[in-house]
């Protein structure tokens, strides 16, 4: 990944840092902390849209099932009240969990920018959040839940070739890896 450039917002040196070894790290030093920073805030910018029903914001930033699952939740959503989704922070930092790269651009020609690669990383979100309900008709509110802890694994993934933004693929269940057939992506 290093030597081709698919590490996201990194031009190593060499391919052979010892940093290769660090990628669940949450270190401000590390080489997946400009990835981090961006899972988080594009984490925070899909919450905020399914509660606002955005669905624009939504496709943009979700691809397959996925997407499916967030709009099937957006839109079930009632229509006479307006859902504000509220960000209290993370619990501990969010974590890179798993990456890989795989080539996935099969043209015979190179591609005109970035790599053949496609990446994905699983990132794990341990966080504190809530939702403020209010009447569309009055504006009062009407609901708000007391801010929990939610801790999702999300699968991300870019392709190379493409100067398109981080979307969000998949989501994994703690625990339940010998239950869950792993679908395959792209």
Same mark, same amino acid.
């Given at each position: 990944?290093?030597?081709?450039?698919?590490?996201?917002? $990194?031009?190593?040196?060499?391919?052979?840092?010892?940093?290769?070894?660090?990628? +669940?790290?949450?270190?401000?030093?590390?080489?997946?902390?400009?990835?981090?920073?961006?899972?988080?805030?594009? %984490?925070?910018?899909?919450?905020?849209?399914?509660?606002?029903?955005?669905?624009?914001? $939504?496709?943009?930033?979700? @691809?397959?099932?996925?997407?499916?699952?967030?709009?099937?939740?957006?839109?079930?959503?009632?229509?006479?009240?307006?859902?504000?989704?509220?960000?209290?922070?993370?619990?501990?930092?969010?974590?890179?969990? /798993?990456?890989?790269?795989?080539?996935? %651009?099969?043209?015979?020609?190179?591609?005109?920018?970035?790599?053949?690669?496609?990446?994905?990383? @699983?990132?794990?979100?341990?966080?504190?959040?809530? @939702?403020?309900?209010?009447?569309?008709?009055?504006?009062?509110? @009407?609901?708000?839940?007391?801010?929990? !802890?939610?801790?999702?694994?999300?699968?991300? +993934?870019?392709?190379?070739?493409?100067?398109? !933004?981080?979307?969000?693929?998949?989501?994994?269940?703690?625990?339940?890896? /010998?239950?869950?057939?792993?679908?395959?992506?792209?």
């Amino acid at each position: 990944m290093a030597k081709y450039r698919s590490i996201p917002g $990194v031009k190593p040196k060499s391919p052979w840092s010892w940093q290769l070894f660090s990628t +669940q790290s949450t270190k401000p030093t590390a080489w997946l902390a400009p990835f981090r920073q961006g899972a988080l805030e594009a %984490y925070k910018q899909v919450n905020e849209a399914i509660a606002a029903r955005d669905e624009k914001t $939504v496709k943009a930033l979700s @691809v397959g099932d996925q997407q499916g699952f967030y709009m099937k939740l957006l839109r079930s959503q009632d229509p006479r009240y307006i859902n504000v989704w509220k960000f209290h922070g993370e619990r501990t930092p969010c974590r890179v969990v /798993s990456i890989r790269a795989f080539e996935a %651009y099969f043209s015979p020609k190179p591609p005109r920018i970035g790599s053949r690669y496609a990446v994905q990383a @699983v990132v794990r979100f341990d966080t504190l959040q809530s @939702v403020e309900t209010y009447s569309k008709k009055t504006g009062t509110r @009407v609901g708000e839940t007391e801010p929990k !802890p939610v801790v999702e694994y999300l699968v991300f +993934q870019k392709r190379m070739w493409n100067d398109t !933004p981080w979307v969000i693929r998949g989501r994994l269940y703690e625990g339940l890896e /010998s239950r869950v057939k792993l679908p395959q992506y792209l």
